[in-house]
């Protein structure tokens, strides 16, 4: 068994030893060595393929089972003690119910396999910031990829020592192997219905069963950095927040540092790495994901990238959209489920090239452009060291964290919601992240296009505890330290469209514009305009030189349309219904005082 001075470390992973009932046991150093020896045994095996290494040096690609490319929400839950804690009745499941019927599933699951230990740092090893989690699996996949994505290793379980906290992290592929029997490519449960990513806030603890990929197996992505994190952050006063940190240098060299909430499909990572469209303006990126944000002794919050790498999304990465994550993937990267090309190396739809005439699928099977399916998975994936990017900060891994200035907020509206908004004090910038949302596009979800998915603060897949309760800790925060402290809350919309469907704003690297007025107001020089629904840039606030976008349709983008607006509260009216008591009554104010405004 493992050595070590941590009598509870020791004692669980024998607990979990003897109820999966591995052929082995090994503890992860985190060495170069034990990373390229588990890769080289995975390909040797057949498991991966290694790309070709004057192309892509370091780079593997992995294919998924179909049954097993993305998160499984309606599978993922949160055994909170008592069921009004839990995000909504629909994830909650009582805690010894959920892990007796887990521990069945656990009984022999890693026969035939390798039951790897892996302790692992959220953020940089001993920051105040950081946190420390261990997982146990037995997929070698999952080690490499958290390699990639945390601190793993020998200098973990050294900051940890005898006594340290840290989060039980439990993961299973869910295959186990008969004596001689073939690995396949990926093993998991192939039945939806085995699958389970399950939550124990109290206990500070993660049961991963069934799935092999993403953040289902990474438990240190969504399940520690958000939903657990979360629970710490509220009994601890801090927040663990989905939003990316930016580093944001004027031509004079004066610094400020945003971060930024957006559901999916929304350009965050885009944002978060972003070329300003104006010379002697400068972007870094210090996170693309996720925010971990305590109070430092000057009473300002003060933010880390948990994360040590990108998980990022390969459809529609392109040297237009993000040509910094195209420069970060040209080596040492992890590929899942995109396309191989016949010369070994990687595709996938919205690259910017041309598709070739031939390649190997994301399932592994032959693809022309005639083939009249997808190349690469939609949601295939590169996992690539954030050191890689050639715009990180130099200060990312700081430990003392960085000081946030500015949030930023948004969805995806084609309507209502201008350009940028500033809100008018913290509680009610809190009252704009409650309401931020993205409108459902496709039928494919659901019946009701053209409707909002209300998605407060970008979290409403990563909930930890009750939503109400969640949002009671923001403005719980807003108290804590003096309101001149406190980062400025901006409402953003870079998808906008006018009446012929077409997008109003340019949005990647001029977005550059918007960021210049925020900071702009920072300083105390932006001009801006009193609304009712916030604080708005004058009309020629916005600076738009060399940008070709005429005067009517920056008119558009700022637009405050009153009928519309007085919809968008009944919409609102309507979704904090699902909050039932736990609504926040200052979010209940603020609703009534913009419907009075508007009134």
């Known amino acids: 068994m493992i050595s070590t001075s941590h009598k ?115 953020g940089p090893i001993g920051s105040p910031i950081s946190k420390i989690g261990v997982e146990i699996s037995d997929s070698p996949y999952v080690v490499f990829n958290m390699k990639i994505m945390t601190r793993i290793g020998t200098k973990v379980l050294e900051t940890l020592g005898s006594d340290g906290e840290f989060v039980k992290c439990l993961h299973s592929v869910g295959k186990p192997l008969a004596a001689g029997e073939k690995d396949t ?19 500070r603890m993660i049961w991963s069963f069934g799935s092999g990929y993403g ?11 958000l939903r657990i994190a979360a629970v710490q952050a509220r009994d601890e006063g801090w927040l663990a927040e989905h939003m990316l940190i930016l580093k944001l240098t004027d031509p004079s060299g004066k610094v400020y540092y945003v971060c930024g909430a957006f559901p999916s499909a929304c350009g965050k990572t885009n944002l978060a790495m972003l070329e300003p469209s104006f010379p002697g303006w400068k972007v870094e990126t210090i996170g693309d994901d996720i925010a971990w944000m305590k109070f430092g002794a000057d009473g300002r919050l003060y933010a880390i990238n948990p994360e040590a790498g990108f998980f990022g999304v390969a459809p529609g990465t392109s040297m237009h959209s993000n040509p910094n994550a195209m420069r970060s993937i040209e080596k040492n990267t992890i590929f899942t489920n995109v396309g191989l090309t016949d010369d070994g190396d990687v595709w996938w739809e919205g690259i910017g090239t041309e598709p070739p005439e031939h390649l190997i699928d994301w399932q592994g099977n032959d693809w022309t452009p005639a083939s009249g399916k997808l190349a690469a ?28 200035s500015a949030i930023l907020v948004g969805g995806r509206r084609e309507n209502t919601i201008p350009l940028v908004n500033e809100s008018l004090d913290w509680n009610h910038g ?118 070709d976008i005429s005067n009517d349709a920056m008119a558009e983008l700022l637009q405050v349309d009153k009928e519309a607006w007085l919809i968008e509260v009944a919409s609102i009216k309507e979704n904090y219904k699902s909050y039932g008591k736990a609504l926040p009554k200052e979010l209940e104010e603020q609703l009534e005082a913009l419907e009075k405004r508007l009134s």
């Open 8 to 122: 509870e470390l020791k004692a669980w992973v024998e607990e979990v030893a003897a109820l999966c009932k591995p052929d082995s046991v090994h503890l992860c150093d985190g060495s170069e060595e034990e990373y390229q020896s588990m890769l080289q045994i995975m390909v040797d095996a057949g498991l991966g393929v290694q790309l070709n290494q004057e192309k892509r040096p370091g780079c593997y690609l992995f294919r998924s089972h179909p049954s097993d490319v993305a998160r499984v929400e309606n599978r993922t839950f949160i055994a909170s003690k008592n069921a009004e804690d839990a995000p909504s009745p629909d994830v909650w499941i009582e805690p010894e119910e959920l892990k007796a019927t887990m521990r069945k599933s656990y009984d022999g699951c890693m026969r035939g396999r390798i039951m790897y230990v892996i302790p692992f740092s959220m």
């Open 185 to 203: 490519a990926w093993p998991c449960a192939p039945s939806i219905d085995d699958k389970y990513i399950s939550h124990f806030p109290e206990e």
């Open 215 to 225: 953040g289902n197996a990474l438990l240190g992505k969504k399940c520690f950095a």
């Open 377 to 404: 998975h939609a949601n295939a994936r590169f996992t690539v060291p954030a050191a890689q990017c050639p715009v990180m900060g130099d200060e990312w891994e700081d430990p003392a964290g960085v000081p946030i």
């Open 430 to 547: 809190v009252f704009l992240g409650s309401i931020m949302g993205s409108e459902i596009t496709t039928a494919a979800i659901t019946d009701d296009v053209g409707q909002v998915r209300r998605d407060p603060f970008a979290m409403l897949p990563f909930f930890g505890y009750n939503k109400g309760d969640y949002l009671q800790h923001w403005l719980s925060i807003g108290k804590k330290t003096d309101a001149c402290k406190l980062p400025k809350i901006y409402f953003v919309n870079w998808f906008r469209k006018n009446a012929d469907n077409k997008f109003i704003w340019p949005g990647f690297g001029e977005n550059s514009r918007v960021l210049k007025w925020i900071v702009e107001r920072i300083s105390g020089t932006g001009k801006a305009v009193e609304t009712p629904i916030g604080n708005l840039p004058t009309a020629d606030a916005i600076d738009t030189s060399g940008l």
